[in-house]
T-cell receptor
Framework: AQKITQTQPGMFVQEKEAVTLDCTYD???????LFWYKQPSSGEMIFLIYQGSYDEQNATEGRYSLNFQKARKSANLVISASQLGDSAMYFCAMREVKSGNTPLVFGKGTRLSVIA | DAGVTQSPTHLIKTRGQQVTLRCSPKSGHDTVSWYQQALGQGPQFIFQYYEEEERQRGNFPDRFSGHQFPNYSSELNVNALLLGDSALYLC???????????????FGEGSWLTVV
Protein backbone atom coordinates (compact mmCIF):
# COMPACT_ATOMS: atom_id res chain seq x y z
CA ALA A 1 0.00 0.00 0.00
CA GLN A 2 1.09 3.53 -0.68
CA LYS A 3 1.17 6.25 1.96
CA ILE A 4 1.92 9.95 1.89
CA THR A 5 2.86 11.87 5.03
CA GLN A 6 2.79 15.64 5.30
CA THR A 7 3.85 16.62 8.80
CA GLN A 8 3.28 20.37 8.58
CA PRO A 9 -0.41 21.24 9.09
CA GLY A 10 0.34 24.91 8.53
CA MET A 11 3.22 27.09 7.38
CA PHE A 12 3.82 30.84 7.28
CA VAL A 13 6.21 32.57 4.90
CA GLN A 14 7.06 36.18 4.25
CA GLU A 15 6.29 37.49 0.79
CA LYS A 16 9.26 37.12 -1.61
CA GLU A 17 10.90 34.50 0.61
CA ALA A 18 11.32 30.81 -0.27
CA VAL A 19 9.47 28.05 1.57
CA THR A 20 9.80 24.27 1.70
CA LEU A 21 6.79 22.00 2.20
CA ASP A 22 7.68 18.53 3.41
CA CYS A 23 6.44 15.24 1.98
CA THR A 24 7.54 11.71 2.72
CA TYR A 25 6.12 8.63 1.10
CA ASP A 26 6.03 4.90 1.50
CA UNK A 27 5.57 2.38 -1.28
CA UNK A 28 6.75 -1.03 -2.39
CA UNK A 29 6.30 -0.11 -6.04
CA UNK A 30 9.41 0.20 -8.16
CA UNK A 31 7.89 2.65 -10.59
CA UNK A 32 5.82 5.51 -9.25
CA UNK A 33 5.07 9.17 -9.74
CA LEU A 34 4.99 11.97 -7.21
CA PHE A 35 2.76 15.01 -7.56
CA TRP A 36 2.14 18.31 -5.86
CA TYR A 37 -1.20 20.08 -6.11
CA LYS A 38 -2.39 23.47 -4.92
CA GLN A 39 -5.96 23.80 -3.67
CA PRO A 40 -7.33 27.32 -3.20
CA SER A 41 -10.51 27.89 -1.25
CA SER A 42 -12.54 27.35 -4.43
CA GLY A 43 -11.76 23.63 -4.18
CA GLU A 44 -10.12 22.91 -7.52
CA MET A 45 -6.92 20.84 -7.45
CA ILE A 46 -4.30 22.68 -9.49
CA PHE A 47 -1.37 20.59 -10.72
CA LEU A 48 2.01 22.13 -9.86
CA ILE A 49 4.80 19.67 -10.48
CA TYR A 50 5.56 16.00 -11.14
CA GLN A 51 8.53 13.73 -10.45
CA GLY A 52 8.89 10.20 -11.79
CA SER A 53 10.71 7.70 -9.63
CA TYR A 54 13.27 7.06 -12.36
CA ASP A 55 13.89 10.71 -13.14
CA GLU A 56 17.45 11.51 -12.20
CA GLN A 57 17.04 15.25 -12.09
CA ASN A 58 14.79 17.14 -9.73
CA ALA A 59 11.71 18.56 -11.46
CA THR A 60 11.26 22.30 -11.82
CA GLU A 61 8.29 24.33 -13.03
CA GLY A 62 8.79 28.07 -12.82
CA ARG A 63 8.92 29.04 -9.14
CA TYR A 64 8.25 25.45 -8.06
CA SER A 65 10.91 22.81 -7.64
CA LEU A 66 10.72 19.33 -6.20
CA ASN A 67 13.56 18.18 -3.97
CA PHE A 68 13.46 14.42 -4.64
CA GLN A 69 15.53 12.20 -2.34
CA LYS A 70 14.68 8.65 -3.33
CA ALA A 71 16.72 6.88 -0.66
CA ARG A 72 15.00 8.94 2.04
CA LYS A 73 11.63 8.63 0.31
CA SER A 74 11.04 12.34 0.41
CA ALA A 75 9.64 14.71 -2.20
CA ASN A 76 9.64 18.19 -0.75
CA LEU A 77 8.17 21.14 -2.64
CA VAL A 78 10.16 24.35 -2.75
CA ILE A 79 8.39 27.56 -3.68
CA SER A 80 10.72 30.43 -4.43
CA ALA A 81 9.84 34.13 -4.22
CA SER A 82 6.50 33.53 -2.48
CA GLN A 83 3.54 35.62 -3.55
CA LEU A 84 0.34 36.46 -1.71
CA GLY A 85 -1.54 34.36 -4.26
CA ASP A 86 0.39 31.28 -3.12
CA SER A 87 -1.70 31.15 0.06
CA ALA A 88 -3.63 27.87 -0.23
CA MET A 89 -3.64 24.20 0.76
CA TYR A 90 -0.87 22.12 -0.78
CA PHE A 91 -1.16 18.38 -1.27
CA CYS A 92 1.51 15.84 -2.03
CA ALA A 93 0.28 12.74 -3.87
CA MET A 94 1.63 9.62 -5.52
CA ARG A 95 0.53 6.80 -7.73
CA GLU A 96 1.97 3.62 -9.15
CA VAL A 97 3.09 3.87 -12.74
CA LYS A 98 1.80 1.10 -14.94
CA SER A 99 -0.45 0.72 -17.95
CA GLY A 100 -3.79 2.32 -17.46
CA ASN A 101 -4.56 4.88 -14.82
CA THR A 102 -3.82 4.10 -11.20
CA PRO A 103 -5.50 6.22 -8.52
CA LEU A 104 -3.74 9.01 -6.68
CA VAL A 105 -3.00 8.66 -2.98
CA PHE A 106 -2.92 12.02 -1.19
CA GLY A 107 -1.44 13.31 2.03
CA LYS A 108 -3.43 15.42 4.48
CA GLY A 109 -2.04 18.64 3.13
CA THR A 110 -0.23 21.74 4.38
CA ARG A 111 -1.91 25.12 4.63
CA LEU A 112 0.50 27.82 3.44
CA SER A 113 -0.07 31.42 4.43
CA VAL A 114 1.99 34.11 2.74
CA ILE A 115 2.39 37.29 4.79
CA ALA A 116 2.92 40.72 3.24
CA ASP B 1 -10.90 24.13 -24.47
CA ALA B 2 -13.15 23.45 -21.51
CA GLY B 3 -11.58 21.68 -18.59
CA VAL B 4 -13.35 19.34 -16.21
CA THR B 5 -16.79 20.62 -15.26
CA GLN B 6 -18.83 19.43 -12.31
CA SER B 7 -22.38 20.09 -11.20
CA PRO B 8 -23.92 21.10 -8.95
CA THR B 9 -21.31 23.20 -7.17
CA HIS B 10 -23.10 23.20 -3.83
CA LEU B 11 -26.01 21.21 -2.47
CA ILE B 12 -27.64 20.37 0.83
CA LYS B 13 -29.37 17.03 1.44
CA THR B 14 -31.09 15.37 4.38
CA ARG B 15 -29.94 12.13 5.97
CA GLY B 16 -31.33 9.12 4.15
CA GLN B 17 -31.76 10.93 0.85
CA GLN B 18 -29.98 10.14 -2.38
CA VAL B 19 -27.74 12.44 -4.41
CA THR B 20 -26.36 12.46 -7.95
CA LEU B 21 -23.28 14.44 -8.90
CA ARG B 22 -22.18 14.98 -12.48
CA CYS B 23 -18.88 15.38 -14.25
CA SER B 24 -17.87 16.21 -17.81
CA PRO B 25 -14.24 15.35 -18.52
CA LYS B 26 -11.75 17.49 -20.34
CA SER B 27 -11.94 17.18 -24.11
CA GLY B 28 -9.92 14.19 -25.27
CA HIS B 29 -10.05 12.41 -21.91
CA ASP B 30 -11.86 9.09 -21.60
CA THR B 31 -11.17 8.09 -18.00
CA VAL B 32 -12.98 9.61 -15.04
CA SER B 33 -12.11 9.17 -11.38
CA TRP B 34 -14.04 10.36 -8.34
CA TYR B 35 -12.55 11.44 -5.02
CA GLN B 36 -14.10 12.38 -1.68
CA GLN B 37 -12.41 15.08 0.35
CA ALA B 38 -13.66 15.45 3.91
CA LEU B 39 -12.96 18.68 5.78
CA GLY B 40 -9.30 18.91 6.77
CA GLN B 41 -8.31 15.79 4.86
CA GLY B 42 -6.75 14.93 1.55
CA PRO B 43 -8.90 13.47 -1.22
CA GLN B 44 -9.73 9.76 -1.02
CA PHE B 45 -10.23 7.68 -4.17
CA ILE B 46 -13.77 6.38 -4.64
CA PHE B 47 -13.73 4.71 -8.06
CA GLN B 48 -12.67 5.07 -11.68
CA TYR B 49 -14.60 4.61 -14.90
CA TYR B 50 -13.33 3.76 -18.33
CA GLU B 51 -15.29 2.46 -21.33
CA GLU B 52 -18.49 2.81 -19.29
CA GLU B 53 -17.32 0.31 -16.66
CA GLU B 54 -16.03 0.66 -13.13
CA ARG B 55 -12.37 -0.33 -13.38
CA GLN B 56 -11.01 0.35 -9.91
CA ARG B 57 -12.61 1.03 -6.57
CA GLY B 58 -11.40 2.44 -3.29
CA ASN B 59 -12.59 1.54 0.19
CA PHE B 60 -16.13 2.90 -0.09
CA PRO B 61 -19.41 1.08 0.61
CA ASP B 62 -21.89 0.02 -2.05
CA ARG B 63 -23.98 3.09 -1.27
CA PHE B 64 -21.53 4.82 -3.59
CA SER B 65 -22.14 3.93 -7.20
CA GLY B 66 -21.44 5.49 -10.53
CA HIS B 67 -21.98 5.49 -14.21
CA GLN B 68 -20.13 6.57 -17.30
CA PHE B 69 -21.91 7.53 -20.50
CA PRO B 70 -20.80 7.02 -24.13
CA ASN B 71 -19.65 10.66 -24.27
CA TYR B 72 -17.31 9.88 -21.30
CA SER B 73 -19.24 12.03 -18.84
CA SER B 74 -19.89 10.44 -15.47
CA GLU B 75 -22.24 10.45 -12.51
CA LEU B 76 -21.60 9.66 -8.87
CA ASN B 77 -24.61 8.44 -6.90
CA VAL B 78 -24.75 8.16 -3.14
CA ASN B 79 -27.73 6.44 -1.51
CA ALA B 80 -28.95 6.57 2.07
CA LEU B 81 -26.89 9.65 2.88
CA LEU B 82 -25.14 9.86 6.23
CA LEU B 83 -23.87 12.95 8.01
CA GLY B 84 -20.35 11.65 7.38
CA ASP B 85 -20.89 11.87 3.62
CA SER B 86 -20.61 15.65 3.88
CA ALA B 87 -17.53 16.49 1.82
CA LEU B 88 -16.14 17.98 -1.35
CA TYR B 89 -16.49 15.51 -4.21
CA LEU B 90 -13.85 15.92 -6.87
CA CYS B 91 -13.90 14.55 -10.38
CA UNK B 92 -10.63 13.99 -12.24
CA UNK B 93 -10.23 13.11 -15.88
CA UNK B 94 -7.27 11.71 -17.76
CA UNK B 95 -6.47 9.99 -21.03
CA UNK B 96 -6.14 6.22 -20.94
CA UNK B 97 -2.46 5.84 -21.78
CA UNK B 98 0.30 3.62 -20.57
CA UNK B 99 2.53 6.59 -19.95
CA UNK B 100 2.64 8.66 -16.84
CA UNK B 101 3.26 12.35 -16.86
CA UNK B 102 2.01 14.53 -14.10
CA UNK B 103 0.07 17.03 -16.10
CA UNK B 104 -2.35 14.56 -17.68
CA UNK B 105 -4.72 14.50 -14.69
CA UNK B 106 -7.17 17.37 -14.53
CA PHE B 107 -9.54 18.07 -11.64
CA GLY B 108 -12.83 19.90 -11.59
CA GLU B 109 -13.73 22.46 -8.95
CA GLY B 110 -15.78 19.89 -7.10
CA SER B 111 -19.26 19.57 -5.67
CA TRP B 112 -19.69 20.59 -2.05
CA LEU B 113 -22.21 18.26 -0.40
CA THR B 114 -23.66 19.01 3.01
CA VAL B 115 -25.82 16.37 4.69
CA VAL B 116 -28.03 17.62 7.52
Amino acid sequence: AQKITQTQPGMFVQEKEAVTLDCTYDTSDQSYGLFWYKQPSSGEMIFLIYQGSYDEQNATEGRYSLNFQKARKSANLVISASQLGDSAMYFCAMREVKSGNTPLVFGKGTRLSVIA
Amino acid sequence: DAGVTQSPTHLIKTRGQQVTLRCSPKSGHDTVSWYQQALGQGPQFIFQYYEEEERQRGNFPDRFSGHQFPNYSSELNVNALLLGDSALYLCASSPRTGLDSGNTIYFGEGSWLTVV
